[in-house]
């Protein structure tokens, strides 16, 4: 799967973000380990630990590696999976899909569309009301600012 191209009818905040680019040493100084095993190895943070699965401020979270914008605090609800979930990203640009085959199961891997950082999954399970989809997504993996 891969987001759909800007054909010029989209707002301008919907465009995608000029690509980051670093080498993975790059990457090594600038995170923190943790940061580092899930957005570059990706890695998986424990269950119900992170910064931002319980958190209900009005704001914006984004990428953790690149800054680029990824969700909205009002597409955040409680799935009860202990990481933060959205119904849907910021904008249709703002993530990539990936098949995963990881760990004998079939998922959809999300990435940030400007850095290639791995964030999470998305699954079906979601709020039937917002179209069904789950984005479980890793609190390290993210940055938030509050309204």
């Known amino acids: 799967m891969s987001t759909q191209p800007n054909n010029g009818s989209e707002s301008a905040a919907a465009k995608p973000a000029e690509r ?3 080498s993975e040493a790059e990457w090594r100084a600038q995170l923190s380990p943790e940061q580092y095993h899930v957005l570059r190895e990706k890695g ?3 269950a119900f630990t992170g910064a931002f699965y319980d958190n ?3 704001g914006l979270y984004h990428c953790g590696a690149c800054n680029a914008p990824l969700f909205k605090s009002d597409a955040k609800f409680d799935s009860g999976c202990g990481w933060p979930s ?4 910021a904008t249709p640009n703002a993530v990539q899909y990936h098949e995963d085959l990881g760990y004998g199961m079939r998922r959809v891997e999300v990435t940030c569309s400007t850095c290639g950082s791995h964030l999470g999954h998305v699954f079906p399970d979601g709020p039937r009301e917002h179209g069904g989809q789950r ?3 890793n609190s390290v993996s993210l940055g938030f600012d509050a309204k």
């Open 86 to 89: 959205f119904w849907e990203p």
């Open 135 to 137: 984005y479980c997504i």
């Open 20 to 22: 980051v680019v670093k």
């Open 44 to 46: 998986t943070e424990r």
């Open 56 to 58: 209900h401020e009005d």
